[in-house]
């Protein structure tokens, strides 16, 4: 046992079985019910540096003054996929007051491990670097680019210290490209880096990678921090699969078969063999838990894990959460796919699963809501499912989100509102997001209205909306406006390309808090959390008062509202998804509010933006309809605007 500081200020244990265990006098609790956080997600190395003091406020108005002379959208693309751009672990620090002013009280941090180095090997043209943080070296050690150890502790000290807890981003079934494979014959290796999958037996092992990404001599085992894998464990050749991969297509194989080979083939990484490592990587997880305290996990890519090992690692993870008194530990999964499967591992993980990523087709489905393209009931159709469905009847079992850095279930790929480059359509969405059943979550520059590059200018940009591996580039903007990226592998800035700075541009930030879609979303935040209802309530979908005195479900484009219901509270929210303001009439709850002469605004977006008839504080009468339904009555709600009202 030794002090937090002790082991931070010690070089990195190179075993999980002999790291010394930190020793605390207690750890931050967990939050009652994680449907009254809000969750913000942010790539590190995208975020923030600290240093946007340097650096001026990007002026929107003009933003090709902040485009050298001699600017290329190919630079810039390329810059934004293939380099760090420099955001830190202590830059996350230095924006907690702006993320707390904001109102998010949960930061998902995506993955600070080391990374494999990223040099060519035997002459090869050098790799993208891998500063998303998905392609692990050193599971036991922080990447270097983002900072240290010491500085991820402090980071969750400060944020404990404001009331947020910290997520961080946990690969479990797989590792970067530290070595390669041999397919010569004995004697006389030749090195392959992804042959086909075959299902067995299994490849050979060939060598490991070294510290610039070129190889260690055949049958040489990693002794430096650079070679190879940390920890030790890792270093066994039967720790990986070994069954290739070429990138591509993970062949046939249903979600019950173990042996799929979407779990076991390797995918611009090496699968790690989870029968024969899986208790090394419960230790390493629980090892971060306790040195960092941290308040739940989020864990890439378990669908790829066979049912057996993910309930596994779940339990073991919140057996030890609970021991030290984190009795409500978060564990998210990423089970890519669609609804059915999510249902399928909440259900068969159990309840040590503490929820699922929304990542299929209800994202997709309230993005086109918000815009105006789809019937409201498509997507509060998808909230009613059977009783035995837990994740749909109650808003703990997943995690909603409109946007994130991958975006795989949405065509084109790319942030919302980029369609009609209208950073104000994000308010129409973040309505949605923060009062439908979820825990819902933020990605990272959403309160700026991030959209990427006018459109006029987006036929220049390479990959612009395809929905592969080329699209997700212009969803990862580094909010801070650096002025050049990182050189390959190293820290120095390279003066040869621009920075992948917000709405294509280098060297201005966009932390803004003046800004319109900011100090919206912030209201719409305060709201949600002065109001347990609108988190903690049942939800529904609200019929649209018409002409002829009848009320109907809302077509694509006009005024959405629902109620949410906790025992005696309704909140009734609304949002104007069109292009034109709108009068609503929407029914409330007759029974609940018998008694009830009016409704109280408690948000208004609108208000903001100069002048409404319902502004905050105000009451919108509860009116009475011949067939004894009660109803409100919303005037003049603007477009892309959201109300939240009241009734106590």
């Known amino acids: 046992m030794a002090t937090v500081e002790e082991i931070v200020g010690q070089s990195a244990p190179r075993r999980i079985g002999e790291a010394p265990w930190p020793e605390r006098q207690d750890y931050h609790?967990?939050?009652?019910?994680?449907?009254?956080?809000?969750?913000?997600?942010?790539?590190?190395?995208?975020?923030?540096?600290?240093?946007?003091?340097?650096?001026?406020?990007?002026?929107?108005?003009?933003?090709?003054?902040?485009?050298?002379?001699?600017?290329?959208?190919?630079?810039?693309?390329?810059?934004?996929?293939?380099?760090?751009?420099?955001?830190?672990?202590?830059?996350?620090?230095?924006?907690?007051?702006?993320?707390?002013?904001?109102?998010?009280?949960?930061?998902?941090?995506?993955?600070?491990?080391?990374?494999?180095?990223?040099?060519?090997?035997?002459?090869?043209?050098?790799?993208?670097?891998?500063?998303?943080?998905?392609?692990?070296?050193?599971?036991?050690?922080?990447?270097?680019?983002?900072?240290?150890?010491?500085?991820?502790?402090?980071?969750?000290?400060?944020?404990?210290?404001?009331g947020i807890r910290v997520i961080l981003d946990v690969l479990l079934n797989h590792s970067g490209e530290t070595w390669d494979?041999?397919?010569?014959?004995?004697?006389?290796?030749?090195?392959?880096?992804?042959?086909?999958?075959?299902?067995?037996?299994?490849?050979?092992?060939?060598?490991?990678?070294?510290?610039?990404?070129?190889?260690?001599?055949?049958?040489?085992?990693?002794?430096?921090?650079?070679?190879?894998?940390?920890?030790?464990?890792?270093?066994?050749?039967?720790?990986?699969?070994?069954?290739?991969?070429?990138?591509?297509?993970?062949?046939?194989?249903?979600?019950?078969?173990?042996?799929?080979?979407?779990?076991?083939?390797?995918?611009?990484?090496?699968?790690i063999d989870m029968p024969s490592r899986l208790q090394t990587m419960i230790q390493i997880y629980k090892y971060w838990i306790a040195l960092a305290d941290l308040d739940g996990l989020r864990v890439d890519t378990l669908k790829h894990v066979p049912l057996e090992h993910a309930r596994a690692f779940c339990g073991a993870i919140r057996e030890y959460a609970e021991q030290i008194g984190k009795s409500n530990f978060l564990i998210v999964g990423e089970v890519g796919g669609g609804d059915t499967i999510q249902e399928k591992y909440l259900k068969l993980v159990g309840q040590n699963l503490s929820a699922v990523l929304e990542t299929g087709e209800t994202r997709a489905t309230l993005r086109s809501v918000a815009e105006g393209q789809t019937r409201a009931e498509d997507l509060f159709g998808r909230f009613t499912l059977p009783l035995d469905i837990t994740h749909r009847a109650l808003g703990s079992r997943y995690v909603s989100m409109l946007d994130d850095h991958d975006d795989l279930a949405i065509f084109p790929q790319s942030r919302f509102g980029s369609a009609e480059s209208s950073p104000s359509r994000t308010v129409v969405g973040a309505g949605l997001l923060l009062f439908l059943l979820g825990i819902p979550c933020l990605y990272y520059g959403m309160e700026q209205g991030l959209t990427g590059p006018e459109q006029e200018e987006r036929k220049w940009l390479p990959g612009w909306g395809v929905r592969d591996l080329a699209g997700d580039i212009y969803l990862r903007e580094a909010m801070?406006?650096?002025?050049?990226?990182?050189?390959?592998?190293?820290?120095?800035p390279d003066p040869d390309l621009p920075g992948f700075g917000p709405f294509g541009t280098s060297g201005r930030h966009v932390f803004d808090q003046d800004n319109d879609v900011y100090q919206r979303v912030r209201m719409l935040l305060r709201a949600r959390k002065e109001h347990p209802v609108l988190s903690a309530g049942r939800q529904y979908l609200r019929r649209l008062g018409r002409q002829d005195g009848s009320f109907t479900a809302p077509e694509p484009g006009e005024v959405v509202g629902w109620s949410r219901i906790l025992a005696d509270d309704e909140a009734l929210c609304v949002i104007n998804p069109g292009h034109a303001s709108r009068t609503a009439r929407l029914h409330v709850d007759a029974g609940i509010n018998a008694g009830v002469t009016a409704?109280?605004?408690?948000?208004?977006?609108?208000?903001?933006?100069?002048?409404?008839?319902?502004?905050?504080?105000?009451?919108?009468?509860?009116?009475?309809a011949p067939d004894g339904a009660r109803y409100v009555e919303i005037h003049d709600l603007p477009p892309l605007s959201v109300l939240v009202a009241v009734n106590r």
Request: no cysteine.
């Open 29 to 162: 609790p967990s939050p009652v019910d994680w449907r009254s956080e809000v969750i913000y997600f942010l790539l590190p190395d995208r975020f923030s540096d600290g240093r946007e003091t340097e650096r001026p406020l990007l002026d929107r108005t003009d933003l090709w003054a902040a485009r050298p002379q001699g600017w290329r959208w190919d630079r810039w693309a390329r810059s934004g996929r293939e380099r760090y751009q420099g955001g830190t672990l202590s830059g996350v620090a230095s924006r907690l007051e702006y993320l707390d002013d904001l109102g998010v009280t949960a930061l998902w941090i995506g993955p600070v491990w080391k990374q494999r180095p990223v040099a060519g090997v035997e002459g090869a043209p050098a790799e993208p670097d891998d500063y998303h943080g998905y392609a692990v070296q050193d599971f036991l050690e922080v990447d270097p680019r983002l900072g240290s150890r010491a500085d991820l502790v402090d980071l969750v000290k400060q944020a404990h210290a404001r």
């Open 181 to 271: 494979y041999d397919l010569g014959e004995e004697g006389a290796p030749r090195y392959e880096r992804r042959p086909p999958y075959r299902e067995s037996p299994a490849y050979a092992f060939g060598a490991w990678r070294d510290g610039r990404g070129g190889r260690l001599p055949h049958g040489a085992s990693p002794s430096l921090p650079d070679h190879g894998v940390w920890p030790e464990e890792l270093q066994h050749h039967d720790a990986y699969t070994r069954a290739g991969g070429d990138g591509g297509s993970f062949g046939p194989g249903g979600d019950e078969d173990p042996n799929a080979p979407y779990r076991r083939a390797d995918w611009f990484s090496r699968d």
């Open 480 to 492: 801070f406006g650096p002025d050049h990226p990182r050189v390959l592998g190293g820290h120095a």
């Open 599 to 624: 409704f109280t605004v408690v948000a208004n977006t609108a208000e903001l933006g100069g002048g409404t008839k319902h502004p905050v504080g105000s009451t919108v009468p509860v009116l009475a």
